[in-house]
């Protein structure tokens, strides 16, 4: 896993920006430590989706530095990060089983046939899938489906960061509760580096040891949830 810094960082959609209104994001400066929970909330529109896809190299920031470790990574690729991120919809192959899903993210890195019984074996007794591994993707409910693309994006021990998008969108909102639980128990079993995208105040403070609010572009506060809950300055 590693600590991600975030050095003087703004974005314009647009060509040429002129003033901080053409930004979509305004001068962020923000460091996550090694092996943390963190959320960024905020409502649509804000910038979570913007800086998610600046960490992850979907985007080239128009200004600063994203560093991972203290090692500049602005100018990579995706493939070269080394991270994991969970959609909003799940995204798995339905034709294939729950077990081949969770082991295809190793097996196309070529992680020895052992390791990945094993790793497939952790990950689904985490998510409380055994009974399930031999079972066709299609066949199975929404939840179980998101459950499944969680897996994926935790059965690597090697990323960086796992990143979370609105994860829970798709979900009946009685079942929310238990999915937000385990992604919590998840982090807390193998303190990989995670950060939850949402606009949803309740995901944010259960799952989040910090949490970066942001409005309009901008970082408004940071803090605990306790802090935030009994503290608030937005």
Not at 31 to 42: C, I, M, N, Q, V
Not at 184 to 189: P, S
């Amino acid at each position: 896993m590693a600590e991600i810094t975030l050095e003087t960082l703004r974005h314009a959609y647009g060509p040429a920006p002129k003033s901080a209104d053409d930004y979509a994001l305004k001068k962020i400066d923000l460091t996550w430590r090694d092996g943390g929970a963190y959320a960024l909330l905020g409502p649509s529109g804000c910038g979570k989706s913007t800086l998610l896809n600046i960490i992850s190299g979907l985007l080239t920031p128009s200004e600063g530095r994203i560093l991972f470790d203290g090692r500049d990574v602005t100018g990579e690729p995706p493939d070269k990060r080394n991270i994991a991120q969970v959609f909003q919809f799940p995204v798995i192959y339905d034709t294939m089983t729950v077990r081949r899903n969770l082991a295809f993210p190793l097996e196309n890195r070529g992680v020895a046939a052992a390791k990945v019984e094993t790793r497939v074996a952790e990950i689904a007794e985490m998510l409380e899938i055994e009974a399930m591994l031999d079972t066709r993707a299609a066949h199975l409910s929404p939840d179980i489906k998101q459950k499944i693309s969680m897996g994926r994006g935790l059965v690597r021990d090697d990323v960086n960061v796992v990143m979370f998008d609105e994860p829970l969108t798709v979900i009946d909102p009685h079942l929310k509760w238990k999915l937000r639980s385990k992604l919590k128990e998840l982090h807390q079993r193998l303190r990989a580096t995670m950060i939850y995208v949402t606009h949803d105040q309740t995901e944010a403070l259960t799952f989040a040891d910090e949490v970066v609010v942001m409005q309009a572009g901008e970082i408004v506060q940071i803090g605990t949830p306790v802090a935030l809950f009994e503290r608030p300055q937005h």
